[in-house]
């Protein structure tokens, strides 16, 4: 079997920069937060993961087993993500690194859009995409607020500029802490060659003196599918 190209030590130190100067940009939106005393939300319940035979653990795909990955498509911007689990179904807007070099949020005042990290993967191209969307605003929830009710085995649904759906299936449902963040195991892909997704959002507990949440929730699924819109 043919031994899989290794990364160097500076391709590897230039991922681990880049990753976790986007992990810092979603934990920078609680402090745009006007209200100092939002109610926190409920945190998540611990990681969902999928053994190496692929069988679900855990809320719906509990006793199943996954679909295989279809090979990763063409890269195209993504229009619009469907996640049935969370009630969202929400256009999606590239965002790129704000003035703060941190990953630019969707705006405060339209909660209801999700943002793709355009200089990342395109959602169903080979690589790990990121979509991010707030949990809550000063004025109320947002467009993840239901987000912590996906469970493996949901689908997730994000529609493409080409014209097609790229399906893919949720294999992990974790939370990231603020302390002992290791953007490796968060953000890298969890089987090399594969087009996968993230969805992120806050989660834990709402700190006051900081102004922002201490966690994040990270869903991550697989390219299953693709049809056309």
Do not use: K, Q
Request: proline fraction near 11%.
């Amino acid at each position: 079997m043919a031994r899989e190209p290794r990364t160097s030590a500076g391709g590897r130190l230039v991922a681990l920069v880049v990753w976790t100067v986007l992990l810092l940009g979603v934990w920078w939106w609680g402090r745009e937060l006007t209200d100092p005393t939002p109610a926190p939300s409920p945190a998540p319940p611990a990681v969902s993961a999928v053994p190496p035979d692929g069988s679900a653990r855990g809320g719906a795909g509990m006793g199943r087993a996954l679909p295989p990955a279809r090979e990763p498509l063409p890269g195209s911007e993504p229009r619009r993500v469907e996640v049935e689990a969370a009630g969202v179904d929400a256009r999606v807007v590239a965002r790129g690194l704000d003035g703060h070099g941190a990953v630019e949020p969707p705006p405060m005042t339209e909660p209801d859009l999700v943002g793709w990290y355009e200089d990342g993967a395109a959602p169903g191209a080979e690589g790990v995409a990121v979509l991010v969307g707030h949990l809550d605003t000063d004025t109320g929830t947002a467009v993840f607020h239901r987000l912590p009710s996906v469970r493996p085995d949901d689908r997730v649904r994000v529609a493409r500029a080409d014209g097609t759906v790229a399906e893919f299936t949720v294999e992990e449902v974790a939370t990231a802490e603020r302390e002992g963040f290791d953007p490796d195991e968060v953000y890298g892909p969890r089987r090399p060659g594969r087009a996968e997704l993230r969805l992120i959002t806050c989660t834990g507990e709402f700190d006051r003196e900081d102004g922002s949440y201490t966690a994040n929730l990270v869903v991550s699924a697989y390219l299953t599918g693709v049809r056309p819109a």
